[in-house]
């Protein structure tokens, strides 16, 4: 009979962290012991505190819906919730639901290791504590591992250094020369918020993105009791869509109607708002179909040159590649560049060469002074935090071995060779709105873990099975346009690293089937090796 000191661990406290320590104290009735480096719950909603940081799903969908009272009583008050906003929604679960108590702050986790004799798993962290547990969760988040780029002589640089992924509490930018790299979803909402303080803004553009309007704006207590009133066929139909945005998403195809009528539908759906809405809700095959994709990218192509008034810095923003990377969506994107505090460097013309101790040095000899400089370069997604572990399964092999051609999963939940560990967010989990995907898969873990529990055995999923879902996952994405670009979401922003499928692209509804499918037909793709007798302290 073995000994534990909890059930289970979780490994992070954001989204799927909380609600995966819920799951499995107050429902499965377990111990458990929740982990987090950061001083404070909130996963990647803690970290990213950098100017203008807003989730860009809309804010009555960017939540839990697992309990009808929270849906309920919470409220809010504009149409996409800001950095402070959803920190402070999820402090409070965390305090509705009395999960603090199980959580430990300011500790990371540094080791895992499955032992194959008891069927365990012995946790140790950066401040030296070994603990183990009967299973194990990993909800490290999809963004959270920063990507700081490899430019020559960054160390001199004697102005501050900011990451969006890890801002400082206090910054003061009123008044300073500022540059930013990186233009994807974090740079373009922190370029809006900055330029207006800064003494003078450079944006270093390497690879211009498309970006259509947020559409945010303050929402009266009149609109959004509706909602509320509404929220059980609201959910019904998020849990029933592909990427679980809260808006139908369109069946039309794009060259089935008039070019009048898909200047119309582009224009309405500009307005509206959203860059999900705009791949998903205008017509049905913008990211499947090269003519309805450069339909789309032409119609917001013809944006930037109508609001950009600069023509050469208009230029320099255009893209002229696929429209298939991330949707995105900022208000006053393309506008801030015509703010005469601000301009632009090309680096496909001209490369940063160098870091001096005062600024950036391009390719054309230009030496951009700076006071502080901004990496918007995002993460090395995914896998990149699983990989910075001393993860071990079976036979003591490491998660790198593993995955040295690609990460690989189960469902996006479980790998093989690492018995009773399970993740959320793993690779070749749902694209898709992340709440009710992190809910879909939370269910998910609960109840193979619930079956191993039942049958007294250790699970984990077989390579075949673990194969088969990749190839779907790859299948799935070669499909589309996605992978015709290079986008984070294959791991091409990371030098070196393998480009591959990271994402089930077959949306929710399809993916929580899959998971209906597993448990009804009693868990085909699982391997449950039964264990001696064990106990816990």
Not at 389 to 396: E, H, I, Q, S
Not at 430 to 446: D, H, K
Not at 462 to 487: G, M, N, Y
């Amino acid at each position: 009979m073995t000994t534990v000191d909890y059930d289970a661990v979780v490994i992070g406290a954001g989204f799927g962290g909380i609600y995966m320590l819920r799951k499995l104290r107050d429902e499965l009735g377990l111990t458990v012991r929740g982990y987090d480096r950061a001083h404070g719950v909130g996963g990647t909603w803690y970290w990213n505190r950098y100017p203008g940081a807003l989730s860009d799903t809309e804010a009555f969908v960017y939540r839990y819906s697992f309990d009808q009272d929270l849906l309920q009583e919470y409220d809010w008050s504009t149409r996409y919730l800001r950095q402070p906003d959803i920190l402070a929604y999820l402090e409070h679960v965390v305090d509705r639901f009395d999960l603090r108590k199980d959580i430990q702050l300011g500790t990371g986790v540094t080791a895992a290791a499955f032992d194959e004799d008891t069927h365990t798993w012995t946790i140790t962290t950066d401040r030296g504590e070994t603990v183990t547990a009967t299973y194990l969760v990993t909800a490290l988040g999809l963004l959270s591992k920063v990507n700081i780029p490899d430019i020559p002589g960054l160390d001199s640089f004697e102005g501050e250094i900011l990451h969006t992924g890890a801002w400082p509490d206090e910054h003061d930018l009123r008044g300073k020369r500022v540059g930013v790299m990186g233009v994807g979803s974090s740079g373009q909402q922190v370029i809006s918020a900055v330029a207006p303080e800064a003494g003078h803004l450079t944006v270093f553009m390497r690879t211009p993105q498309y970006c259509v309007p947020s559409g945010d704006r303050p929402l009266t207590p009149d609109e959004v009791e509706p909602v509320k009133r509404n929220f059980g066929a609201i959910w019904e139909q998020v849990r029933g869509s592909a990427v679980a945005f809260g808006f139908e998403e369109s069946t039309v195809p794009a060259m089935s109607v008039s070019e009048e009528e898909r200047q119309r539908v582009f224009q309405e759906n500009w307005d509206i708002g959203g860059g999900f809405r705009f791949m998903f809700g205008t017509f049905s095959d913008i990211a499947t179909d090269p003519r309805a994709n450069e339909a789309a990218a032409a119609f917001i192509r013809a944006k930037i040159k109508e609001i950009v008034k600069d023509p050469e810095t208009a230029r320099i923003l255009t893209p002229t590649d696929l429209y298939a990377r991330r949707p995105l969506c900022s208000n006053h994107y393309y506008e801030t560049f015509n703010r005469d505090n601000v301009s632009v460097a090309d680096l496909r013309t001209h490369p940063v060469v160098e870091a001096t101790p005062a600024g950036l040095k391009t390719g054309d000899g230009k030496l951009h002074e700076l006071d502080v400089l901004i990496l918007a370069t995002g993460f090395d997604a995914v896998d990149g935090n699983y990989l910075a572990l001393d993860l071990r399964g079976r036979g003591g092999r490491t998660i790198n071995e593993a995955w040295r051609d690609a990460p690989a999963s189960y469902l996006g939940i479980t790998t093989a060779g690492f018995p009773n560990m399970f993740m959320i967010l793993g690779p070749n989990g749902p694209f898709t709105n992340l709440p009710p995907s992190i809910e879909a898969q939370v269910e998910g873990i609960a109840r193979p873990v619930g079956e191993s529990r039942a049958r007294g055995a250790a699970v984990e999923p077989s390579a075949e099975a673990q194969r088969a879902w990749t190839e779907t996952c790859h299948a799935i994405a070669d499909a589309t346009l996605f992978p015709k670009v290079d986008s984070w979401i294959f791991g091409a922003n990371i030098p070196g690293k393998t480009r591959t499928v990271m994402f089930y692209m077959g949306g929710l509804a399809n993916y929580r089937a899959q998971l209906a499918d597993v448990e009804r037909d009693g868990y085909p793709g699982f391997d449950f090796t039964p264990v001696p007798d064990r106990a816990r302290t």
